[in-house]
């Protein structure tokens, strides 16, 4: 094990309110930790409402996954949530997250032969609401330039390694709300901070991701909903050209909720059906 030195970290009032490490107040991490290093974790991002977590069962449900596929020991959906209710005490809407590491190890990409411990950072956002005209009078992406490395052990996981989603939103351009992301077979996988969609009549598609991009939350809510209505969900290729003979274009988190797409790749769009039977029945 590396010497214990502690990376001290400091409140922004800009960047983040506040945070907990291992559910306790803290002003520092070890830099030994593997997920600095290396990525080695996984992480959730989601709305907290007087204190309670929005869809909580979908994002630990998914957590559990990606930390299986990565075996990493997460704490119980309890001590998760009583984390939530210790730094969430205020009311009001925030945004949460928890970014969970595999623990310390020394120098080297080696997992220790050792049980190690896991690191649990939660994480405690002011909210920001975007522009309410996007949600009616929809909002214009572009196509990223950046396209996500190929992995069939990591495809869909939301682990640490996001530095070509970072890439893709530094490169976007002013008049672009976010970029669709292109694997290398040139078919569409997601935009780099949200899920994309599409509809074509009555069967909402979602992109496979057998080798890269994240499988939010967001698509879980929004293929119970379209099932529970009457539509088929399929997960499919998507080429740009395939993309273009969509009746409907719609992006979603689990911050923003769902955003209908108003011109993609030289092609607008007026038809917001689904979105707008969604939002009458859901809030994001």
Not at 28 to 41: I, Q, S, T, V, W
Not at 169 to 194: G, T, Y
Not at 209 to 218: L, Q, R, T
């Amino acid at each position: 094990m590396g010497p214990t030195v502690v990376l001290f970290l400091k409140n922004s009032k800009t960047l983040l309110n506040d945070f907990l490490i291992n559910g306790k107040k803290s002003n520092g991490l070890n830099p030994f930790d593997r997920g600095l290093a290396f990525g080695d974790g996984i992480f959730r991002t989601f709305k907290v409402h007087n204190g309670t977590p929005i869809f909580w069962d979908y994002h630990y449900e998914k957590l559990t996954h990606d930390a299986l596929a990565l075996k990493i020991d997460i704490p119980s959906s309890t001590i998760l949530q009583n984390q939530i209710k210790k730094l969430f005490q205020k009311k009001g809407l925030y945004v949460g997250k928890f970014i969970i590491t595999r623990g310390l190890s020394d120098r080297g990409y080696q997992i220790p032969n050792k049980a190690i411990s896991p690191n649990c950072i939660l994480l405690k956002s002011r909210f920001k609401k975007i522009d309410k005209s996007f949600y009616t009078r929809g909002v214009h992406v572009e196509v990223s330039q950046m396209i996500p490395s190929s992995n069939l052990h990591l495809g869909s996981i939301k682990h640490l390694n996001r530095l070509e989603n970072v890439l893709s939103r530094e490169q976007l351009s002013k008049d672009a709300f976010d970029a669709v992301m292109l694997d290398n077979k040139k078919n569409i996988i997601e935009c780099c901070s949200h899920n994309v969609f599409f509809r074509f009549e009555n069967k909402i598609i979602m992109p496979a991701m057998n080798e890269a991009g994240v499988s939010g939350v967001s698509q879980w809510v929004i293929k119970d909903f379209a099932q529970s209505n009457g539509y088929k969900v399929e997960h499919e290729s998507i080429s740009l050209k395939k993309a273009n003979k969509a009746d409907e274009f719609f992006i979603a988190n689990s911050v923003n909720g769902v955003i209908p797409v108003r011109s993609f790749n030289q092609k607008y769009w007026k038809d917001f059906k689904f979105v707008q039977e969604l939002k009458h029945s859901i809030t994001f």
